[in-house]
């Protein structure tokens, strides 16, 4: 099959890949949370491309991108959620994003963390598992990690935390691949 876009067999783009797979219509929702600064909104672009919507969460000034990614032959929304600390909210967006949490019907949370400041983080991590929400560690940043010799054992944590974990790199690219297999499972 040639890519429409090209007319090249060899093309490796979206269009290619959406022919030949032919997904089916959108089904889950992946919301990306986490703390200001992780790195959500380049995973969240990473993921979606150009496929982007930004609206007000009603009755709110807090804009929320929303866009579609391609978990093997499905369509799957992506929600970039606004920076939180805590699920017990102080700021207005950190309001919108605990209401949008648990009000959206979220086949998967991904916590995005920072892999050197992992410890602080998991804080969060613990909440976000006591209300019950299906959720995937990504461990962000890990080209920094390495950079200044700091080792995180995620077949460990996962073991320990009960839940899927990944080491990535949204900025470099890394590890996208992985993350989408293990959402797969979940949508
Ligand atoms: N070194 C490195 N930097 C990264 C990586 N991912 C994101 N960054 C950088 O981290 C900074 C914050 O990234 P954002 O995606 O805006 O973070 P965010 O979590 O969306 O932040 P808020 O929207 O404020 O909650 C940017 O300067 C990114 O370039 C990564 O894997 N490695
Ligand atoms: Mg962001």
Known sequence: MSCYGCSGNKCKSRRWLSLASNPSPEEGIIALVGMPNVGKSVLFNRLTGTYVTVSNYPGTT????????????????????????????????????????????????????????????????????????????????????????????????????????????AAKRQGIEQLKMRIASYV
């Open 62 to 169: 807090v804009e929320i991108a929303r866009g579609k990614t391609q978990i093997g032959n499905k369509y799957v929304s992506v929600i970039d959620t606004p920076g939180m600390y805590s699920l017990i909210p102080i700021t207005e967006e950190e309001r919108v994003t605990r209401d949008l949490l648990l009000r959206e019907d979220i086949s998967l949370a991904i916590h995005v963390v920072e892999a050197k400041n992992l410890g602080r983080m998991l804080a969060l991590t613990f909440q976000l598992l006591e209300v019950g929400l299906p959720l995937l560690l990504a461990i962000n940043m890990i080209d920094e990690a390495k950079r200044m010799n700091i080792a995180v054992d995620s077949l460990s944590l996962e073991e320990k935390l009960g839940i899927p974990v990944v080491t990535m790199s």
